[in-house]
């Protein structure tokens, strides 16, 4: 991998003194409760701290994107007084600062132009390029690819403790910006990160294997990582987790206090009868006060609470 790359200069939005956490869903659905938990998770990991905790809506796949998501979202954390710090950031607002970044990375010899389908790609060697790297290919129905050197064997993670990767199933090569020309997950979440002085990653275990990728853009970007910290996924049953894709059901607004108080016993706190009947500033508050990310459990995923089933996976 080339050494020494200096990344042009972006100022940071926030100035890194401090921690600085965020919260960071797409709007290709409403918030369900497994969604709610990884929110309240990485604002009272950044409260407990006298932190900052951004919001950014990661708005860059219009075709996944719901009708009226993003309202929805910003309501529902409103309601539950998850309110963040500073102004909301719209990453499809982002697209010029994307294009530079890939524009440096291309200048390092780190990019190539690439045709090939998933299934072309799923049957190109262990550690190789596809044959588009060698063709300099016009950027013409042609995905970018970044070429992944140097590949890290795992890293620290804040409640997982050491995280190894399968080293035998890594790609040499990933997207960063799609054929259709819609830019991809791994590289704008890694430049707004950096642009937004993110200091913890607090998010759901879902996104492990995306930090391998992530962790090779901050090195190509000679830009320090930030720490990570992966929430357990709440699961309805062993590897069926809450999301949007299964239509979980939406969390109810109006009943923010209870939705508060069960995401709270997911990650581990326990209230007092007499806080379960108090406002839901009140909980929050309390919740800020004894917050210990060490009362979480240590899993990638874990039952839904509100369904009777309180072990573990």
């Not at 200048?107 to 063709?135: E, F, M, W």
């Not at 992944?148 to 910006?177: M, S, Y």
């Not at 379960?276 to 909980?283: E, M, R, T, Y």
């Not at 917050?291 to 072990?311: F, L, M, P, Y």
Request: charged letters at 20%.
């Amino acid at each position: 991998m080339a050494t020494a790359l200096h990344s042009p200069s972006t100022n940071r939005l926030t100035p890194n003194k401090g921690y600085v956490g965020r919260f960071a869903p797409s709007p290709s659905g409403h918030l369900h409760f497994g969604s709610l938990v990884t929110a309240l998770g990485s604002f009272l990991q950044a409260k407990s701290q006298n932190g900052q905790w951004l919001l950014r809506i990661e708005d860059i796949d219009p075709p996944r994107e719901v009708a009226g998501a993003t309202d929805s979202i910003l309501n529902c954390l409103e309601a539950h007084h998850l309110f963040w710090d500073g102004e909301v950031i719209y990453q499809s607002d982002r697209s010029e600062l994307y294009n530079q970044k890939i524009q440096y990375l291309a200048s390092q010899g780190l990019t190539y132009h690439c045709r090939c389908t998933r299934k072309q790609l799923a049957i190109v060697p262990q550690n190789q390029l596809c044959d588009c790297a060698d063709q300099n290919l016009s950027i013409a129905n042609s995905a970018i690819r970044f070429k992944h050197h140097d590949v890290q064997k795992g890293f620290n993670d804040n409640l997982l403790g050491r995280v190894n990767f399968n080293t035998q199933h890594i790609p040499a090569q990933f997207a960063i910006k799609r054929k259709d020309q819609l830019f991809a997950y791994q590289l704008a979440v890694v430049v707004d990160d950096i642009q937004q002085g993110i200091t913890e990653v607090a998010r759901g275990a879902d996104l492990i294997d995306a930090t391998l990728f992530q962790l090779a853009l901050y090195q190509a970007f000679d830009t320090p990582a930030p720490q990570f910290l992966h929430f357990p996924v709440v699961v309805t049953a062993p590897g069926k987790k809450l999301s949007k894709q299964n239509h979980a059901v939406p969390v109810n607004n109006l009943e923010a206090r209870e939705n508060l108080i069960n995401a709270i016993e997911f990650l581990g706190l326990s209230p007092s009868i007499q806080l379960k009947k108090g406002s839901v500033a009140d909980i929050l508050e309390w919740a800020i006060q004894v917050w210990n990310v060490n009362a979480v459990a240590a899993k990638t995923e874990c039952i839904d609470n509100r369904i009777g089933q309180s072990d573990s996976i």
